[in-house]
């Protein structure tokens, strides 16, 4: 089970970190992500984190203003989001799958979903 929180109202320019809580099941060894869907749009890859030392992923669009990390010991993910955008608002999901997915874009290869989080950016 996936449950994120950590959404809210922001202005441009502004920060969020979002959180996302493992439990039910041993997600050491399994790619943890966080997806997101604005209104009338499909869920897109924003990051995502293996269990080792390698590099992070990041959607080009978030590339030096988001960051992911986790945290094994809590069995969290984050994702910390700065200088947000208007078009940043959306619904953002953490995913995880077992095995190598740094780069499995496609949300419906991801089979553990959290509830969302609602993130809105004011201009």
């Known amino acids: 089970q996936l449950q994120a929180s950590g959404g809210g109202l922001v202005q441009a320019g502004g920060s969020l970190r979002l959180s996302c809580a493992a439990s039910g099941r041993t997600f050491s060894t399994y790619t943890m992500s966080w997806f997101r869907q604005a209104p009338g749009k499909g869920r897109e890859f924003v990051a995502a984190?293996?269990?080792?030392?390698?590099?992070?992923n990041y959607a080009d669009s978030v590339k030096g203003r988001f960051t992911i990390s986790r945290d094994y010991f809590k069995n969290t993910v984050s994702l910390q989001m700065n200088s947000l955008k208007p078009e940043n608002t959306a619904v953002y999901y953490c995913a995880a799958g077992p095995g190598f997915r740094l780069f499995t874009y496609q949300s419906t290869q991801w089979p553990y979903w959290g509830q969302g989080t609602l993130v809105t950016v004011s201009s």
């Open positions: 984190i293996m269990w080792s030392d390698s590099e992070p």
